[in-house]
């Protein structure tokens, strides 16, 4: 290193500031506006540069452009989609005005390649994305206070990848032999062909508030074919415009249970990369279409076409699909198209969506492809109702099933292919198969747990028989009633006996649906069983059928089992959508099958106690979802909950004990409030979390009170303290927090090595604050009246009980496993401090 001296500095200093001023001495500024020379309106973001050099910029939406050269140049030039380029000669002065009128305007082709070298010329189509989001609010079709529209919906479903020559006498064989009789097999040159086995046809009414949302779907004609579910069931309901209802001007869109952020999302700019590729017309729209590709292939995102409307900025049609380089399981080929028309309030509506999503166990297997169509007309924008028009999310009107002959020839919106029209023939005809209906009752049960024998449901299929430390072998039969028998009642039962025991065990229930609007419902239950103390008042933890299984199983002891006999009187209704309300009367009596007691006295030593207690409870629900979606299963009388929701479900449940009603030995309460919701944290993945409290200001034996689920099962469980003992823990007022944190393939995409495996990184955190009062912890003594021990319990102190994990899922597609440190409460007695738990799950 070197210093230089003073003169050094001045001579230095002397040439940077002559070089710096003949720099600026020989700059020449050039503005002015491209215009079309015929109409002489402004050429938006036409490119303006000097020919033979990088140089160059990009004009502005209204056609203006300055642009700044370094010395003097002979000539300028401009270019725009769809027209002729144009070169002018200009002069040497330091300021000049250059307009350009460009010929040829509204051709479709790029006449010349624009060169616009990064840092030195934005990308034009960054200016139209700006405007875009500067009028998304307007073309946005949440704007409008209610909009409602026909929809007709198609959907087809073929097992691709299928061979040509299927084993002989197989189902596939005769199928194929159909199809291929009425030419619906496609191309078969590549020795593999798509094999049609379920289509369908819906036509309905949808309505839609924004604020807030509601919606509504009258299912008015609708028909199946080949595989098809039994009409009236969850997913011949869900075939309607519910499930295509495609908004890319929500910044994510939900698709499989994952979130892909839109390309015109408020963070466009770092997802997406950009190509103005051409302006072109779509019917009367000028438009420009724009080639969108995310920046890391590996994130949720999409590929493809976009094309905005030049004069609105409105999206006016997408071509897109999803990159196979997503971190997803068993999709393939997903493929998504749109086209908008505006409304007669402005804002864009979804005239036609195309969906085709393939699903791919592995990669030389058959697959699952399934095209959607969806085309909505007659339009009707503003029209304001009542919320109680959108009482009922989803209704099939009694008739939907009931069409005249030749009615969805004439009131189809498109014309169907002729292969499509072979598909619908094809199935028509392989649903009389006897192998098809063998594949359909299999399919009921895997889904629905029961077998359709006649008129009955017979099952469920999996209890039919269990082994465990009380019962031996347990045998159990069971059936349930379908709507072929009656619509508004429902009647469920079994008879189980165990081998061990040689007890019988039995269940009944029965339900009467008053009006199916407001869902209310009145039921009687009756129930003589075995049940485990660890596992009540923890149904919404048991979500984990392994983990379930696991518990219910085995040496179930340790779970502390009882016999229960039942008796209950349920009302519910719902008072306005995703506000429902359910009273319950329900006797209870409880005998222990393992050493328990507690004081029917004054808690002292001596006084006298008892092994056995009767219950008679008022039961108080409440339960508020937003933005749940609620279907009714006309095969099963029943509704389920549908789609993912964004707000958050909250159920408070309040518990009355009766003393000396119907000889219940106690006078109590309980309070309970349950918050669960599943939140979206942009590339960070999702988060799903139980929010959990309870109080329990009585005095009560442990039992009655809140016995927090420990998981003592290899198997993980997310509504469990999965390194906590079973009864290890017992509160009378508590306050848990539970989260997981699914952060998909954020990091690990990252690593070239790793990408390949399709591994997703998770994160999973359990806090549980609580405690119980002196007259609770008195109530149960530690032995009995001949000095033997009794099993116990222990309460939390001060220090919250902390769990903290992380793991990987998606191992072979079908595999979890999470590694689990217990925070707190180490030095317990048998306290397990580390832990590796494992499920299977398939998720997408």
Not at 42 to 56: I, K, N, R
Not at 249 to 262: A, E, H
Not at 499 to 504: I, V
Request: aromatic share 12%; charged share 20%.
């Amino acid at each position: 290193m070197f210093l230089l001296r003073p003169r050094a500095y001045f001579l230095v200093g002397l040439l940077l500031i002559l070089s710096t001023l003949s720099a600026v001495a020989q700059q020449v500024r050039f503005a002015g506006r491209v215009t079309e020379a015929k109409s002489g309106k402004a050429v938006p973001f036409a490119s303006v540069f000097v020919p033979g050099s990088s140089q160059g910029t990009t004009a502005d939406e209204n056609g203006r452009f300055t642009l700044t050269v370094a010395q003097p140049v002979d000539s300028l030039g401009a270019s725009a989609l769809g027209f002729t380029p144009l070169k002018k000669a200009v002069g040497t002065q330091p300021t000049q005005t250059v307009n350009f009128a460009l010929g040829g305007g509204g051709g479709f082709t790029l006449g010349e390649v624009t060169i616009r070298p990064p840092g030195e010329v934005e990308n034009p189509a960054y200016r139209i994305l700006r405007l875009v989001q500067a009028h998304k609010n307007k073309n946005n079709k949440r704007s409008l206070n209610t909009y409602d529209f026909d929809s007709y919906n198609r959907l087809q479903v073929f097992l691709a990848n299928m061979p040509r020559d299927p084993e002989e006498g197989s189902l596939f064989e005769q199928i194929q032999n159909v199809a291929d009789s009425l030419g619906a097999l496609g191309d078969t040159t590549s020795g593999r062909v798509a094999l049609p086995i379920f289509a369908s046809e819906a036509i309905s009414r949808f309505y839609v508030q924004s604020q807030p949302r509601l919606t509504r779907e009258e299912i008015r004609h609708t028909q199946m074919h080949g595989l098809a579910p039994r009409e009236g069931s969850v997913l011949s309901q869900i075939m309607g415009t519910s499930f295509q209802d495609w908004d890319f001007y929500r910044n994510w869109q939900q698709l499989l249970g994952k979130d892909f952020i839109s390309p015109i999302a408020d963070g466009w700019k770092f997802t997406y990369e950009y190509e103005l590729q051409d302006s072109v017309f779509l019917g009367s729209d000028y438009c420009y279409r724009i080639a969108v590709e995310p920046r890391r292939p590996a994130d949720l995102a999409f590929t493809g076409l976009i094309w905005i409307n030049a004069e609105t900025y409105a999206l006016r049609r997408v071509d897109l699909k999803v990159s196979p380089s997503v971190n997803l399981n068993f999709a393939d080929n997903i493929v998504v198209q749109q086209d908008m028309v505006a409304s007669s309030a402005g804002p864009g509506l979804p005239r036609r969506t195309h969906v085709e999503l393939g699903v791919k166990p592995l990669k030389k297997s058959p697959a699952f492809r399934a095209e959607f169509t969806t085309i909505n007309s007659d339009f009707v924008v503003n029209q304001d109702r009542p919320a109680e028009f959108y009482t009922l999310p989803i209704e099939t009107l009694a008739s939907a099933y009931e069409t005249p002959p030749g009615f969805w020839e004439t009131h189809r919106p498109d014309t169907l292919t002729a292969r499509e029209q072979g598909t619908f023939a094809t199935l028509d005809s392989v649903q009389r198969l006897p192998e098809v209906r063998t594949v359909l009752d299999i399919m009921d049960i895997a889904v629905n747990g029961y077998y359709r024998a006649g008129k009955l449901d017979l099952g469920p299929v999996l209890s039919t028989y269990a082994f465990n430390s009380i019962e031996g072998h347990r045998f159990q039969l069971g059936f349930r009633t379908t709507p072929a028998i009656s619509r508004n009642w429902l009647l469920r039962t079994y008879l189980a006996y165990g081998t061990r025991d040689g007890r019988f065990k039995y269940g009944a229930q029965v339900s009467r649906i008053l009006d199916r609007r407001t869902w209310t419902v009145a039921t009687v239950e009756r129930r003589h069983d075995i049940e485990q103390i660890a596992l009540l008042d923890n149904a919404y933890a048991l979500e984990n059928p392994l983990f379930e299984a696991s518990a219910r199983l085995g040496n179930i002891r340790s779970s502390r089992p009882l016999l229960r006999e039942l008796t209950s009187v349920s009302l519910q209704s719902d008072l306005f959508r995703g506000f429902t309300q359910k009273v319950t009367l329900r006797h209870q009596q409880f005998r222990p099958l393992y050493p328990f007691a507690y004081y029917t006295d004054e808690p002292r030593p001596g006084a006298p106690t008892e092994d056995n207690f009767t219950l008679s409870e008022i039961v108080l629900e409440s339960r508020y979802a937003r933005d749940q979606v609620l279907v009714q299963s006309q095969t099963q009388n029943r509704r389920y909950s549908i789609g993912l929701m964004r707000w958050p479900v909250f159920t408070l449940r309040y518990t009355m004990g009766l003393n000396n009603v119907l000889g219940s030995d106690f006078k109590y309460q309980k309070i309970n409030l349950l918050v669960t919701q599943s939140v979206k944290f942009g590339q960070l993945g999702r988060t799903d979390y139980i929010l959990d409290a309870g109080y329990i200001p009585s005095t009560v034996p442990y039992p009655l009170l809140k016995n927090h689920l420990g998981n003592q099962t290899p198997f993980y469980n997310a509504g469990a303290y999965n390194l906590m003992r079973y009864f290890e823990f017992v509160s009378d007022k508590y306050v848990a927090l539970q989260l997981e944190n699914h952060l998909d393939g954020f990091l690990i995409n990252s690593v070239p090595l790793l990408r390949r495996l399709n591994w997703r990184l998770l994160v999973t955190g359990n806090v549980l604050y609580g405690g119980i009062s002196r007259a609770n912890r008195a109530i149960n003594p530690t032995e009995n009246q001949f000095g033997e021990p009794l099993p116990t319990f222990q309460a939390l102190g001060r220090t919250p009980y902390a769990e903290l994990g992380y793991g990987i899922e998606n191992i072979f597609k079908v595999v979890r496993i999470d590694f689990i440190h217990r925070l707190t409460y180490r030095d317990s007695p048998g306290a397990r401090n580390f832990g590796a738990k494992v499920s299977f799950q398939f998720k997408l």
